[in-house]
């Protein structure tokens, strides 16, 4: 990404989407992970699997990767990171995948404990975390997330939807990055032709199915398929709309709002 921000002027926004590798593990403090792999993989498996990961991630200047520790079920994980979305943007969610990553990958604490993730939220000054852990919120709003992405073929991570996602903007496990800078290079050729850059502001109009969001102001991120363009409201939630349903955002003179897409 800084490639092309820097030989594209490409600006970017990342937002992380929910998924279960395995839904079916524990919760609270989880379970053993090293056990845990070997009854999924197999020890001799997990042997050969050990130092090709250690040396993944120190190539990219993360050394202390360890296969210790535990592994539990991250639905509340992925609960807290809707909630960083929506009350704080793409940028306060990054900030806390950014913790969650640290404490499982590197210091070995399941994503599933309480503790672990109210000390991950107060890192990050995200509030209402422990609101949102007492009670089922947001429960839905991610299996209807991860129900969508089973739907769509995607069996495992990382995958990602670049630009709305659509023919040529899926990208599913760890690519170098020629494949990515192939896809930036593309981007905003079919959101033009829809009238709309990638980037821009707009306000949302028209909308019979959810009259909710009009009204509501949001920034272009790229075209879904050839009808719709992906636009992320200021809430940090994501809709794909006709151009019909769309039209610019002009702000006022006296407002100050930066939503970079």
């Known amino acids: 990404m800084q490639v092309a921000s820097s030989t594209m002027s490409i600006d970017f926004s990342i937002s992380w989407k929910p998924f279960f590798l395995d839904p079916r593990l524990p ?7 090293i056990e845990h792999y070997k009854a999924k ?6 042997a050969q699997m050990m130092p090709h990961m250690v040396q993944t991630f120190a190539d990219e200047g993360i050394p202390g990767y360890s296969i210790n520790g535990r592994v539990g079920n991250t639905l509340d994980s992925h609960r807290l990171l809707e909630h960083a ?5 793409p940028e306060k969610q990054d900030e806390l995948v950014e913790i969650l990553f640290d404490r499982y990958f590197l210091k070995g604490q399941p994503l599933s404990s309480r503790a672990v993730l109210l000390e991950a939220a107060a890192t990050v000054k ?3 975390a422990q609101a949102i852990l007492e009670s089922d919120r947001l429960q839905q709003d991610v299996w209807s997330e991860v129900e969508s992405a089973y739907q769509a073929g995607v069996s495992g991570v990382p995958y990602f939807r670049i630009d709305g996602g659509g023919r040529g ?3 599913s496990g760890g690519q170098p990055p020629e494949v990515f800078l192939q896809i930036f290079s593309s981007l905003g050729r079919s959101t033009t032709a829809l009238g709309f850059a990638a980037g821009s502001q707009v306000s949302v109009r028209a909308l019979k199915a959810k009259p909710e969001h009009n009204g509501k102001i949001g920034t272009v991120i790229g075209a879904q ?4 363009i992906q636009v992320r409201l200021r809430s940090g939630e994501e809709v794909a709309l006709r151009p019909a349903n769309l039209e610019a955002h002009v702000p006022k003179s006296d407002t100050a709002h930066l939503d970079v897409a």
Not at 27 to 33: F, I, L, P, Y
Not at 41 to 46: D, I, P, Q, S, Y
């Open 27 to 33: 919760g609270g403090e989880g379970k053993d992970k």
């Open 41 to 46: 993989f197999g020890a001799e498996r997990v």
């Open 85 to 89: 979305l929506r009350t704080g943007g």
């Open 126 to 128: 995200l509030d209402g």
């Open 169 to 171: 903007k899926e990208v």
């Open 225 to 228: 398929g050839t009808e719709r």
